[in-house]
């Protein structure tokens, strides 16, 4: 079975400009889960989903980052404009129920110069 | 708050060494989750154990182990007998009733040198 699947794994990209990550959670799994890994912060949740439809978004840090699930096979995460301090590692995890164990995928690494 | 203390920074053993990572959590509801994941240097996270908070049986998956003590908050897990490949970053992390986002330590970082 295909785990989550995330794309690009690698983005470098400059200030300002917009970034999307993409993430395609394991088949039948109700819930996804967007974190982001920093040296300085560690790991932290961004925003998650039930069934498609964002339950917790505390985690989004400001209007510039905005996050979809249009069906429940795929979720973006959008970065408008980026910025330095957005540079980190960027999760996508999902689970059958919402207590169960989170799967990741392999994590998009971001740096924006 | 914090909710997962791993107070243990940096462990360093020699191969065949046991070593117990530490875990400490803090919540107020009855009903919650512990997880145990591991980062290799590849830098995925790999799921190893979950558990509820009204089970605090411990656990023995081959040469990992894990004792949940509900008195001290603790879920400590023991890795007997290491070996090279078990040089990672592991995490604890908590979920709690009916807010299943991932609260995560700050992770140990295990070195087993050869």
């Known amino acids: 079975d295909a785990g989550v699947i995330q794309s690009p794994r690698h983005e470098v990209t400059e200030m300002g400009q917009e970034v999307t990550l993409r993430c395609k959670p394991i088949?039948?799994?109700?819930?996804l889960f967007w974190y982001r890994q920093t040296m300085m912060r560690g790991l932290e949740l961004l925003i998650y989903?039930?069934?498609?439809?964002?339950?917790?978004d505390s985690g989004m840090p400001e209007d510039r980052f905005s996050a979809k699930m249009p069906n429940a096979s795929f979720s973006t995460l959008k970065i408008q404009p980026s910025e330095p301090r957005d540079s980190a590692v960027y999760f996508c995890?999902?689970?059958?129920?919402?207590?169960?164990?989170?799967?990741f995928g392999p994590g998009t690494r971001l740096t924006v110069l | 708050a914090q909710k997962v203390t791993q107070a243990q920074t940096e462990i360093s053993v020699v191969e065949k060494e046991d070593v117990t990572l530490d875990c400490v959590y803090e919540?107020?509801?009855?009903?919650?989750?512990l997880f145990w994941y591991k980062q290799p240097p590849s830098g995925e996270l790999v799921f190893l154990i979950r558990r509820n908070s009204f089970d605090e049986q411990n656990e023995i998956s081959g040469r990992y182990s894990w004792n949940f003590q509900k008195s001290t908050s603790s879920f400590n897990f023991t890795i007997t007998a290491s070996q090279v490949v078990d040089s990672a970053v592991y995490f604890c992390a908590l979920s709690e009733a009916e807010d299943y986002k991932l609260s995560f330590g700050a992770g140990t970082t295990v070195t087993v040198r050869a």
């Open positions: 989903f039930n069934n498609n439809v964002p339950i917790d």
């Open positions: 919540t107020r509801d009855t009903t919650y989750y």
């Open positions: 088949s039948g799994h109700d819930y």
């Open positions: 995890a999902s689970s059958l129920e919402g207590a169960n164990e989170q799967f």
